[in-house]
């Protein structure tokens, strides 16, 4: 019986070769690579742009006459103006995003693959940092050519009906529309915070659903005038300050309290998300 022994060169080369150090950049780019691997991804973005400029052109059309609906006269969509009317779409594709984040939070601990991440990542804070990098380097362009696309489109309708516009250099329109691109983004971070928290794609998707789109609306109707201040701490409520979603009350907080205030959600989902990923067991 004979052994075979490596080669000197062999042996220099295997010996030298320096063992990689986990960062945190290396962590961003295998999230990058999960979330893009994903057809979901794809057609989930696709789906948000889809319905923010498919709703938005539809209700410049309706607004300005162009596409009557059955039975009305047609008229401004929904009382609005034209900003409000041509980012119509805004709300689905807030719903869209959450959705998809949610998964992109929770998804992991359904099929397990959560204990592989860990191990290749043991600073844990890092999962949750790279996870929102990640997510935020996808639903950022996804959004920009969501809002600029709906913008664009539904004034093009408008305008070529005789109906009133707005410019982008007019007063606060570039501000609701930039407002509009960082809302769904903090949508995203929430919805990925309430996936990694909660480890349940159902139970987060309730929870960014409920808590963004039906709660503040249950509660504006059923709530009296008083509640207003607290009310307008809600997500979408802060919002409704930069942007040209609806305010759960009567009352809304200036355009920089609203920033704080969305920003503080976001912070504090992603904060949670971290404290939780460090001290229970995967």
Known sequence: MTTTLPSPRHAAATSHTPAQRQTLGRAIRSELIKIRS??????????????????????AAVSSGSLATPGEDAGPFGGGGPLTTVLTGSTFAVLLVGVLASLAGAREYSSRMISATVAAVPRRWQVVAAKAAALSAVVVPTSVVAVLGSYGAGMGILSANGAPTVALTDDGVLTSLLG????????????????????SVAGSIGVVVGGVMILPNIAGALLPDSWDTLLRFLPSSAAASFTEVQAAGSSTLGPGGGAAVVTAWVVAALGAATITMRRRDV
């Open 38 to 59: 994903l057809r979901s991804t794809w057609i989930g973005m696709l789906s948000v742009v889809v319905a923010m400029i498919g709703f938005g052109a539809i209700a």
């Open 180 to 199: 509009m691109i960082g809302y769904i983004t903090a949508i995203a971070l929430i919805g990925l915070g309430a996936g990694v928290l909660l480890r």
